[in-house]
């Protein structure tokens, strides 16, 4: 499994960002996605996940204002991000449950082993 986040930077607080996540390594159609963020010193937090017919979830942090798509064609998630505020400031990864179909029940990035490097979204005036 090989996934790639891309789409993170600056952003002013109101602002928008779309990250995107380039998988490979398996057949991608057939999984669920999910974007997850991580703060350095403080916790991890499920954004959300689009499972393999496209039903979504969000965390409620999030909810209204995240949307997450995905293109199985291209093998890419998409997480467009709107109305940002300075508590979105993270790192974001995507991840899949392939191999690991209790995925959205992870609490920790040590208990998953194929985070890509992640994109960094700073959001700050």
């Known amino acids: 499994v090989q996934l790639v986040e891309s789409g993170g930077g600056l952003v002013q607080p109101g602002g928008s960002l779309n990250l995107s996540c380039v998988a490979s390594?398996?057949?991608?159609?057939?999984?669920?996605m999910g974007w997850a963020r991580q703060v350095p010193g403080k916790g991890f937090e499920w954004v959300g996940g689009?499972?393999?017919?496209?039903?979504?979830w969000y965390a409620n942090s999030v909810k209204g204002r995240f949307t997450i798509s995905r293109d199985n064609a291209k093998n890419t998630v998409f997480l467009q991000m709107n109305s940002l505020t300075p508590d979105d400031t993270a790192v974001y990864y995507c991840?899949?449950?392939?191999?690991?179909?209790?995925?959205?029940?992870?609490?920790?990035?040590?208990?998953?082993?194929?985070w890509g490097q992640g994109t960094q979204v700073t959001v700050s005036s």
């Open positions: 991840a899949t449950d392939h191999l690991v179909p209790h995925l959205f029940t992870i609490r920790t990035m040590a208990e998953y082993d194929s």
């Open positions: 390594g398996f057949a991608f159609s057939n999984y669920a």
């Open positions: 689009i499972y393999r017919d496209k039903v979504t």
